[in-house]
């Protein structure tokens, strides 16, 4: 059976207007396809006909529960305080200076055009398109981050790394089916 926070997210994933799948939404995150899946579910399967029950880190289940909305206060009553507390700081984060946070998005929006196509295309009318914060005080959400992943061909996560959100990976791995998560 899925865990209180598993089914939280399966949930909120689910019912999102554009609902988006799990490897969509791993992608979106920085987390693998199977470790979503497996915080969902609650469990790995380690061989055939033998699971183990997976937590995940609190930092990707925060991460998580940051692409599909859930707030950090469900995210608690669903028995994750360690990871609710992460997505308490990505929340402050993005709240923190919403017209710099779309300045520094915008920027790197423009400069992963200006990279892909080696010269500086028409960035105000794409960061306009992306519905980016036009004037202090309107703060992004998760929206205008997937919006600029899908217009630069980065995962959301690398969109609020580098923009300060969230921190990046610094290449830890995400722990192994079976292995259970802290």
Known sequence: APTPWGQLIRDAREAADDP???????QEAGISYGTWGNIERGYASTR????????GYARSVARMCA???????RLEAAG???AARILREI?????????????????????????ANGDAADVSALIKDLGLPGKPGQSLNVDAYRR??????????????ATGIIEPDEGRP?????????
Not at 67 to 73: D, K, M, S
Not at 174 to 182: D, K, L, M, Q, S
């Open 20 to 26: 988006l799948s799990i490897r969509d939404a791993a």
């Open 48 to 55: 055939p006909g033998e699971y183990q029950v997976v937590r």
């Open 67 to 73: 692409i599909v909305g859930v707030t950090p206060e």
């Open 80 to 82: 994750r305080p360690d």
């Open 91 to 115: 929340r402050l984060r993005q709240q923190d200076d919403p017209a710099s946070d779309g300045e520094r998005l915008a920027q790197w929006i423009a400069g992963r055009i200006v990279d």
């Open 148 to 161: 600029a992943a899908r217009a630069t061909g980065a995962s959301v996560a690398e969109v609020m790394a």
């Open 174 to 182: 995400e722990p192994r089916a079976g292995v259970v998560g802290a």
